[in-house]
């Protein structure tokens, strides 16, 4: 069963240099949903936190919007109590609202067994746990959500049941299953009925137990209904048009409704073939079969900016003598990965389409662990959210896992880390996040100790109103792409819904800039960048959105460079070039590196700083030091690095 990666929990990165960054998923050492795969960034056109393209935003949002009493993130507390195993509280909200979540049912499984718990009708549940230890967040449901389910014994969320102890204020959110109209679209904007449809949900790793229906067929009028989460990405296929993706973005959520236009097949051009397949097995270093590893294929990295097959990978679970087979795979070259909880992962990289005889190797490796304290009081936080990226060069960085701890002593622990380098990033609700980095080294079993410290961050106020009328946008939402640990049941996330005179107020922000992705119904969404923050006082922010025209589609508004990159050795490489945007004007192409940005090197920026210094205002200008791909250098060496002048432009979608 091919099971897509989840946009909540990151993977390659495309951001839309003026559009969006971040999030998507990695490819990690655990066997559960992992951390973002900051790779690739995007200019102006939707789709998924991935390998190349973007557009829609990727807000990787979350905080309550502290004028208004939805969302309510308080910051969760330790304290004693009469429990002889311990006890957690805490309330399941909706991650859209924050509102809570009635007969929301809990299930946690533990030392020797599994337990249940029902929230109430303020969406307020209690844990009393049987036995002292770690207990998995195994399952939760409720009607009229997305259920979370990993595969049994495998989710990202822990609780450690400490004697005494009783740990409060913990806040699960989960996603609104919203049925949504989807309209496929020939070049001449009619009706396409018969058109193949995919929903690349990407929940592979958050319900596994309750797998997502994925396949469906545009009727007479071109429509279809569906179900999937912000941030999933639809695919529609038809023989006589080239494919269509679109990303379920916020807007589109609002609006109920996500158009995909199927594009003009020239000639005698034929779709690109999928029968290609890719088979084998999963051991442990003894040679054992592992059953039910995680195995996903990913294209080859190396290949950037050329892609194979679906940007979101494809996923598997061995059988019970640790076999895997992903059939329909575009004839290319693939990366390949194998997961489970607690062991090193097996990895084969540039894969050509077809071998049947893959052999995956589960190792030991080493145990990160680690205490995440208040960096003020030198307390320990009683939950956060741990991602692990592992460095591949100078400006790259891969998803290794994400986890999320709730613990009285801060304690975290990430078995079957390999030798390597790796940044630790922590997130936790009213702080700034924060990374360490730590180096494994070869051969090492034992613990690998990263302590992080967390300070409580920034605070921005401001307000969202309709552009030419002033009117209060109120529940509109203020999301900081780019900032936060995914979409995850237990997620930290940077956002706010605003107050009925379109007031907000967002928390525990980095500082430096940033971009604010901004949303309501009935108007039109924009990524706005180049805002301020700083530690003392951010002047209040005034947000003005478009008012949507009747009978016309929720548009994304953003400016940028019209340009998708991504991470690769010391320079940001160019993959898709939008029409009409600057990149497009000033002649850069496909391949092009990008190695400086007015000056300073994109490896002494990093990458997300890189992205924030491409964006700015409209009609500005930067210039950029670029390695052109036509330009071949002598005897091996690099080719010369140009200085081209780029303008930014606002871009539409």
């Known amino acids: 069963m091919d099971r897509k990666r989840t946009l909540g929990w990151l993977v390659v990165v495309l951001v839309l240099v003026g559009a969006l960054l971040l999030l998507l998923r990695g490819r990690g050492g655990e066997r559960e949903p992992q951390a973002p795969r900051p790779t690739a960034a995007v200019e102006p056109t939707p789709a998924p936190a991935r390998p190349a393209t973007d557009t829609s935003p990727k807000p990787e949002p979350a905080h309550a919007a502290t004028a208004l009493p939805t969302r309510l993130v308080p910051a969760t507390r330790a304290e004693d109590s009469a429990e002889p195993h311990g006890a957690f509280e805490g309330r399941v909200i909706s991650a859209t609202t924050g509102e809570g979540v009635e007969g929301a049912e809990l299930t946690f499984a533990g030392p020797g067994g599994a337990t249940s718990a029902r929230t109430d009708a303020s969406g307020r549940f209690r844990f009393v746990p049987y036995r002292a230890g770690t207990w998995q967040l195994a399952v939760v449901t409720a009607r009229g959500y997305l259920p979370f389910g990993p595969e049994w014994g495998q989710s990202p969320i822990r609780f450690t049941a400490v004697p005494g102890q009783r740990i409060s204020d913990i806040v699960l959110a989960l996603t609104a299953e919203v049925e949504l109209v989807g309209r496929v679209e020939g070049p001449d904007g009619q009706p396409v009925a018969g058109a193949q449809v995919r929903m690349l949900t990407g929940r592979g790793g958050e319900s596994v137990l309750f797998p997502t229906p994925e396949r469906s067929t545009s009727d007479a009028r071109g429509e279809f209904r569906f179900h999937a989460p912000e941030g999933a990405v639809v695919e529609a296929r038809h023989p006589a048009h080239t494919s269509a993706r679109a990303e379920v973005t916020p807007s589109a959520v609002l609006a109920r409704r996500l158009v995909l236009k199927l594009g003009k097949r020239e000639g005698s051009e034929a779709a690109p073939p999928l029968g290609e397949s890719l088979a084998g097995r999963v051991v442990d270093e003894g040679g054992t079969a592992v059953a039910g590893a995680l195995v996903s294929v990913v294209s080859a990295a190396s290949a950037w900016p050329k892609r194979y097959g679906d940007e979101l990978g494809y996923e598997t679970v061995t059988d019970a003598e640790g076999r895997f087979a992903v059939e329909g795979l575009e004839p290319g070259s693939y990366d390949v990965a194998a997961r489970l909880m607690g062991q090193a992962p097996g990895e084969l990289r540039d894969v050509a389409a077809g071998r049947m005889d893959l052999v995956l190797t589960l190792g030991q490796g080493a145990r990160l662990v680690g205490t995440v304290r208040d960096a003020a009081t ?164 005034l947000l003005e959105l478009r008012k949507t025209e009747e009978g016309e589609e929720p548009q994304l508004d953003m400016v940028g460079i019209g340009a998708v990159l991504a991470a690769r050795d010391d320079a940001l490489v160019v993959g898709q070039v939008f029409p009409g945007g600057g990149a497009a004007e000033a002649g850069l192409v496909t391949g092009d590196g990008i190695v400086r940005i007015d000056g300073r090197p994109v490896v002494e920026l990093g990458f997300t700083n890189a992205i924030q210094s491409i964006r700015g205002a409209e009609g500005s200008r930067l210039v950029l030091g670029v390695r052109k791909a036509s330009a071949a250098g002598t005897e091996g060496s690099p080719a010369p690095i140009v200085d081209i002048t780029v303008t930014r432009r606002r871009v539409r979608r």
């Open 378 to 541: 030198g307390k320990p936080m009683p939950s956060f959210t741990l991602a692990v990226f592992k460095k591949r060069g100078p400006l790259q960085r891969d998803g290794f896992a994400q986890l999320s701890f709730i613990d009285a002593q801060g304690h975290y622990e990430l078995a079957g880390v390999p030798a390597g380098s790796y940044v630790v990033e922590v997130a936790a609700h009213g702080y700034a996040p924060s990374e360490v980095s730590v180096e494994v080294p070869r051969g090492a079993s034992g613990p690998v100790t990263a302590d992080v410290s967390l300070g409580r961050g920034a605070k921005m106020t401001g307000r969202v109103v309709e552009e030419g009328s002033g009117l209060a946008l109120e529940r509109a939402r203020v999301a900081v792409e780019g900032v936060g640990t995914g979409q995850g049941a237990l997620s930290v996330r940077y956002d706010a819904l605003t107050d009925a005179q379109g007031g907000f107020t967002l928390d525990g922000l980095p500082t430096g800039q940033m971009t604010l992705y901004v949303s309501a119904e009935g108007h039109h969404s924009r990524l706005i960048s180049g805002i301020g923050v700083s530690p003392e006082t951010t002047p209040p922010q």
